[in-house]
Structures are given as structure tokens and as C-alpha cells.
């Protein structure tokens, strides 16, 4: 860690706010890294949905300083025989549990070293672990101890990253030259809008599209307001992803559209 650098620790879970789960997390992560600054990117994943964690990981990492240390809690199998890991890449460290969470980071980022954590050894770990709660018992002070300087290889045996879980995460596929593109609801956020997984950047920005879902049709709009209020529209979202909305509306409860569900852009109306 640079001298005069303060370390942030990015928080990304499924545990929501009401409970002390995050609170008791932070604290860990400054008893140890007290100078630490702490950003939580979200605690609202849909319970234990990897897929969901996996693509707002993956789109959110690179807006954060080189350095950054997420540490990301999605994990049906805490307890069980899954790893730990600890993955470092050309701007920042990642840990989470070895059940794809990680998937877009292995896929897309420049791995410079794996790490399954030790468990079995507290020195960079509560000497407490939980069988239920390992982003307080060894995620938080694993980053924590990376905060102030400890080198990821301290915490464990490499392993090759080839050898991790990747999950598979909602696709854009054309079977037509790009004609059309085929996917899927990803999550709905907090709005209530509908992020698909049809990739904007596919989408020649001269040609007229055509959304559809269930038996909703809307072409692609700018904004919200280009439609009247209550409208549903179709648009390109800041994931880089098309969405769906309702202006001042709520999209998933209006339109009866689910994550999971079918969706498809064309260049030809019905």
C-alpha cells in the first residue's frame, strides 16, 4: 500500500439493512484497518442470488480507485467444504466464497493471483469463525489485514483461478447476423425497473429497435421523458444494458415482469 494512501474496502452483500450483519462487519474491518474507508456498493442482492451479485460486481468495479478491496457476500454455502478466495487482479483485490460470485471478475479482468484463504489459520481471520457468518468471521478481516499491507499471498495457498466456480450469467445471443438479439431479465432494481440482459452496444444506434417481453412491444426511447407519465419504455441503461421502465412508475408491478423472464430486441415490428 502506498505511503499516505488511504485503503477503500468495498462491501457488496445480500444481508440487508435491517439487521446488525454489516454493522458488525464494519466494526471487525476497523478494529483492525482503522484508517480503512468504507463503501458499501449494495447490501440489496436478492437473497442468495450469485448471478444478480456476479453482474453488479461485475459492472460496478472499475468506476472505484486502483487498490480498491470488495469484499463481496452472497453465500448459500457458508459453512460447507466451499473456499474462501482471495482474487487480485491489475487494479484490485477481490474476496468472496468460490461459488461465482467471482464469475465476471475471472472472466474479464487480468488475474495476477489466486488465493484459497486458510480458514484453519486465524492470524488473518477471527479466531471465532461462525458456520453461518463468514463476511464477519473471515472476509472482513482478511480485507482488513490487506488494507494495512499484509500481501494477498499471506493469506493462503494460490491456486490456479482456471480451477474456481463460474456460474453462467444471463446471455445476448442472435441467431440472424444481429438482426435480433435473444435474453433475459437480470434483477429488478430499486425503481422497479427491469435490467435485461441485451447488450446496448450490439444495437446499431441508426437502425429502429423493437423491444419485447411478454406481450409488452416498445421501441428503444432516450429517456424517461420521451414518454408520458405511467408510460412503460424501453431505453438504454447506465449498466450498458437495455431496460425497461415506467415513467414515475413501477415497472415490475405495472407490467407483471419478472427477473428471469424472456426478452428480445428486433429490427422488424410484428
Known amino acids: 500500500m502506498p505511503a499516505g494512501h488511504t485503503p477503500v474496502i468495498v462491501l457488496m452483500t445480500d444481508f440487508g439493512l435491517t439487521d446488525t450483519y454489516v454493522g458488525q462487519m464494519k466494526g471487525v474491518i476497523l478494529s483492525i484497518a482503522p484508517s480503512a474507508h468504507i463503501i458499501d456498493l449494495t447490501h440489496a442482492i436478492s437473497p442468495q442470488n450469485i448471478a444478480q451479485g456476479a453482474f453488479l460486481l461485475g459492472k460496478s468495479a472499475s468506476f472505484f480507485p486502483d487498490g480498491s478491496i470488495f469484499v463481496s457476500v452472497v453465500d448459500p454455502g457458508v459453512g460447507t467444504a466451499r473456499r474462501a478466495i482471495a482474487v487480485q487482479t491489475e487494479r484490485h483485490t477481490f474476496l468472496a466464497p468460490d461459488n461465482g460470485l467471482l464469475t465476471t471478475i475471472l472472466q474479464r479482468e487480468k488475474i495476477q493471483r489466486c488465493i484459497n484463504i486458510n480458514i484453519s489459520e486465524k492470524r488473518y481471520i477471527l479466531t471465532s469463525v461462525s458456520s453461518t457468518f463468514h463476511g464477519r468471521d473471515v472476509f472482513s478481516p482478511a480485507a482488513a489485514h490487506l488494507a494495512g499491507g499484509v500481501p494477498v499471498q499471506e493469506l493462503g495457498e494460490e491456486i490456479d483461478p482456471a480451477g474456481c466456480t463460474s456460474i453462467h450469467i444471463p446471455d445476448c445471443t442472435s441467431n440472424d447476423q444481429g438482426q435480433s438479439w435473444e435474453g433475459s431479465i437480470i434483477f429488478t432494481d430499486h425503481f422497479g425497473n427491469l435490467v435485461t440482459s441485451l447488450e446496448s452496444e450490439r444495437l446499431d444506434r441508426s437502425m429502429q429497435w423493437v423491444v419485447r ?58
Open 213 to 270: 417481453a411478454e406481450e409488452l412491444q416498445l421501441p428503444i426511447s432516450a429517456t424517461y421523458g420521451d414518454v408520458v407519465d405511467q408510460q412503460p419504455l424501453a431505453y438504454r441503461g447506465s449498466f450498458g444494458m437495455i431496460e425497461i421502465g415506467v415513467r414515475n412508475g413501477n415497472a415490475a408491478k405495472m407490467l407483471g415482469i419478472k427477473d428471469g423472464d424472456r426478452v428480445n430486441v428486433s429490427t422488424k415490428k410484428e
